[in-house]
């Protein structure tokens, strides 16, 4: 059984269901649940995946409460029903960690999909930071994307033997959805200029944090004539509230809807640089030759910042003008950043996570 609730899960867990399905030894049974409703039917459309269950969970401005309750006593029903051999889950959602203690109380084998992540700060991430080492906690089969998070694994007490080192699995999605002859509305406005692909939706930075990213965004556009920022704004209404008071009078700023994958990926496979506060897009602009500025205080994936191709750069405005100025200044610190090799895997991750399950699990030949 595969679990997942978020439109960040679903990019990064269908590539491995659709692995699974090469194998008739294999039964997968898909249950989403529903954490982001229509931000995640775009991706199962795009990826021809078909739940079999869906918790349905999502509602109006709903609380981590409402999430761990909703699903821990959905999927509780539904491992009842079907009593899996094992259940993966993907990274750091409140859906996973609900999802991988239901199992734990059941005694069914969890595998970790993007385990040892850290930054070993509970609030930074928030809550993303707590999850994943609960569920690391938790998990019987860890799946590291590199080995970095493999050695987080065994410094916490994890055996070597239930570690694999498989790259991330988003790196697979890639060869999927970038089109070398892909059009958009948004790239035929930005034709001619230097377009940056801004996204925004931490918890921690809501408020006057993120007033001021966003401060820091318009200052920079405003003295730079030859650049475009487009900003596919979180459906969160609180963020959204702040970006159109902030960005929305902005005449080379673009807030629009979130975007589905294949716009988001071939997007940003066209841009200049991307800026975020996110965590996945910190693996996806690498494998794309981005140079990115990371707009929080600590990060979970160090391998970016340290092969180049990411910078740190905190929430406050001047560190971030400082580091936009630079980028859009020094073509040596701009090439150096772009050039850097991926730190995240070979594409081939579902793959590898594959073997292990067939040998766990199924036929080890196979």
């Avoid at 930071?129 to 590291?144: K, L, M, P, Y």
């Avoid at 820091?216 to 900003?231: L, P």
Wanted: net charge negative; glycine share 6%; aromatic share 8%.
């Amino acid at each position: 059984m595969v679990v997942f609730g978020t439109r960040p899960e679903a990019i990064k867990m269908c590539p491995v269901i659709k692995e699974m399905k090469k194998y008739k030894e294999i039964e997968v049974i898909v249950c989403v649940t529903g954490q982001h409703k229509e931000m995640l039917t775009s991706v199962l459309d795009i990826f021809h995946v078909k739940p079999k269950y869906d918790l349905e969970i999502m509602r109006e401005r709903q609380t981590l409460f409402d999430i761990t309750g909703d699903v821990l006593f959905g999927i509780k029903n539904i491992v009842e029903r079907e009593m899996p051999d094992t259940v993966l889950v993907h990274g750091d959602t409140t859906s996973a960690f609900a999802t991988a203690l239901a199992c734990y109380y059941m005694k069914i084998p969890v595998c970790h999909v993007e385990a040892g992540l850290r930054t070993y700060n509970h609030y930074s991430p928030y809550p993303e930071e707590f999850n994943r080492q609960a569920i690391d906690v938790i998990s019987d089969v860890f799946f590291a994307p590199t080995e970095n998070a493999k050695e987080n694994l065994i410094k916490e007490g994890r055996t070597k033997e239930s570690i694999y080192v498989t790259g991330n699995t988003v790196i697979d999605a890639l060869k999927t959805t970038v089109y070398k002859d892909y059009t958009h509305k948004i790239l035929q406005w930005a034709e001619h200029s230097r377009l940056i692909l801004l996204t925004a939706h931490r918890r921690e930075n809501a408020g006057n944090v993120m007033r001021d990213m966003f401060s820091a965004i318009k200052e920079v556009t405003e003295c730079f004539e030859d650049i475009k920022v487009v900003y596919p704004v979180h459906m969160n209404p609180d963020i959204r509230k702040i970006a159109e008071e902030e960005l929305g009078d902005v005449e080379r700023i673009r807030l629009i809807e979130p975007l589905d994958v294949i716009a988001f990926h071939n997007i940003m496979s066209r841009s200049y640089m991307v800026m975020t506060d996110s965590g996945g897009i910190q693996e996806e602009a690498p494998a794309l030759g981005k140079p990115t500025l990371v707009m929080r205080n600590t990060t979970e994936r160090p391998e970016g910042v340290i092969a180049g191709t990411l910078k740190l750069v905190g929430t406050r405005k001047e560190n971030i003008v400082s580091a936009m100025k630079e980028l859009l200044t020094n073509q040596d610190v701009y090439y150096q950043m772009s050039e850097t090799k991926n730190p995240y895997g070979d594409g081939k991750a579902s793959k590898y996570i594959l073997q292990v399950l067939l040998k766990k699990w199924g036929n080890e030949k196979c």
